[in-house]
C-alpha cells in the first residue's frame, strides 16, 4: 500500500510541476511585457488617471451614457507628434468635424479638426493653440486651459483657493461639461495682482495611446 500511495504522490507531484511550467511558458510573453514597462506603464497611468475621471466626474456632474465611436490612431513613429493625431474613422463612419474625442470615457483630449472620407484629424490639448474655459476643482474656479507639450492654466483669479491636485474639467459649450482633462499640478504667481497661472498634470503619455473614443452624438 505505501509502495502504491508513494507512486501516487509522485504522479501528482510530476503533473503539478508539469502544469506550473506550462503556465510559465504561457506567461513569458506576459511578464516580458511587464518588466519592459511599455503598453503595460501606460495601462497603469491611465488607471490611475480614469479613477480621478471619476472622482471629478460626480463632482461636476458629467452625464457619462453618450454614444461613443471608437476609432484606431495611426501612428508616425518615429516622428511622434502629440499636437494632432490621424484617426482611421472619416465622413465614411459619421465623423464630423467638432466632434469631441476622448482618450477614454470621461478623460478629454481633444476634437476632429479636419476629415477625409476615412481619416481624421484630432486637435489635442497638446496644440500650442488650443484655448477652452475649465472649472478647477470642488469650487468649480473659472479658468482658461492653453495647451501645450504640457498645458497650463492661465487667468485663475488672484483671490482663488488653489491647491496641488485639485482636479481640472471642461466648461466649454464645445465638449461635454465636465469632462475630465488634469489635474493641478504647479502653481505660479505670473506678477499680475490678479490674476494665477497653473501646470496641469494629464496623467498619461498620449503617445502610448492605440485608440480613442469620439463622442457621436455631442452637438
Same mark, same amino acid.
Given at each position: 500500500? &505505501?509502495? &502504491?500511495?508513494? &507512486?501516487?504522490?509522485?504522479?501528482? $507531484?510530476?503533473?503539478? /510541476?508539469l502544469a506550473l511550467v506550462l503556465a510559465l511558458v504561457?506567461? &513569458? *510573453?506576459?511578464? @516580458?511585457?511587464? @518588466?519592459? *514597462?511599455?503598453?503595460?506603464?501606460?495601462?497603469?497611468?491611465l488607471v490611475v488617471a480614469e479613477n480621478q475621471a471619476l472622482r471629478s466626474a460626480r463632482s461636476f456632474g458629467f452625464t457619462r451614457n453618450r454614444r461613443y465611436f471608437e476609432a484606431d490612431l495611426y501612428s508616425k513613429y518615429p516622428f511622434n507628434d502629440k499636437e494632432i493625431l490621424v484617426i482611421d474613422a472619416g465622413s465614411d463612419d459619421g465623423m464630423k468635424v467638432g466632434m469631441p474625442v476622448f482618450l477614454r470615457e470621461n478623460i478629454l483630449i481633444g476634437r476632429i479638426s479636419s476629415i477625409k472620407k476615412t481619416q481624421s484629424e484630432v486637435e489635442t490639448i497638446f496644440n500650442s493653440s488650443w484655448r477652452s474655459s475649465v472649472f478647477i476643482g470642488s469650487r468649480k474656479i473659472k479658468a482658461v486651459l492653453r495647451g501645450g507639450k504640457s498645458p497650463i492654466l492661465e487667468l485663475v483669479p488672484k483671490n482663488?483657493?488653489?491647491?496641488?491636485?485639485? /482636479? $481640472? =474639467?471642461?466648461? /466649454?459649450?464645445?465638449?461635454?461639461? *465636465? =469632462?475630465?482633462i488634469g489635474t493641478v499640478l504647479n502653481i505660479y504667481n505670473d506678477g499680475s495682482d490678479l490674476w494665477f497661472t497653473a501646470d496641469v498634470d494629464t496623467g498619461y503619455s498620449i503617445q502610448d495611446a492605440r485608440s480613442v473614443f469620439v463622442i457621436a452624438d455631442f452637438q
Open positions: 500500500i &505505501r509502495i &502504491r500511495m508513494k &507512486r501516487v504522490y509522485t504522479f501528482v $507531484v510530476s503533473c503539478a /510541476s504561457f506567461m &513569458r *510573453g506576459t511578464i @516580458l511585457k511587464a @518588466l519592459s *514597462g511599455t503598453p503595460d506603464t501606460f495601462s497603469c497611468d482663488a483657493v488653489l491647491e496641488k491636485g485639485d /482636479s $481640472v =474639467a471642461n466648461s /466649454s459649450p464645445n465638449f461635454p461639461l *465636465g =469632462a475630465y
